[in-house]
Nanobody, 128 residues
Framework: QVQLVESGGGMVQAGGSLRLSCAAS????????LGWFRQAPGKDREFVAA????????YYADSMKGRFTISRENTKNTVYLEMNSLKPEDTALYYC?????????????????????WGQGTQVTVSS
């Protein structure tokens, strides 16, 4: 059993930066693939980024490449999302997810309809 709690959201000006954190409790996340998703009001859930359990393999949605960076510290049971050059269209509820099913990679996590565990989300609002 894993519980995920996001933090670090807030309101920023366009072009600004935020760092989101997701702290896990319960079972260690060492061998989970971890990812970030987001959802804006009236829109579908959207994949943001994912990272392998070693941290050596990452995958980003095209609109995030070069602006967002996902990382993890397994000793702290925490995954991060560093967001730079934020745009108003980045406004959404951001939440993290953990996946332990066999064969899941950061790339395939982007295609999942569900994950093993989800956080409650943290709101990011980017003003123009």
């Amino acid at each position: 059993q894993v519980q995920l709690v996001e933090s670090g959201g807030g309101m920023v000006q366009a072009g600004g930066s935020l760092r989101l954190s997701c702290a896990a409790s319960g079972r260690t996340i060492s061998r989970y693939v971890l990812g970030w998703f987001r959802q804006a009001p009236g829109k579908d859930r959207e994949f943001v980024a994912a990272i392998s359990w070693t941290g050596s393999d990452t995958y980003y949605a095209d609109s995030m490449k070069g602006r967002f960076t996902i990382s993890r510290e397994n000793t702290k049971n925490t995954v991060y999302l560093e967001m730079n050059s934020l745009k108003p269209e980045d406004t959404a509820l951001y939440y993290c997810a953990a996946e332990y099913r066999t064969g899941i990679t950061p790339q395939t996590m982007s295609l999942l309809d569900e994950c093993d565990y989800w956080g409650q989300g943290t709101q990011v609002t980017v003003s123009s």
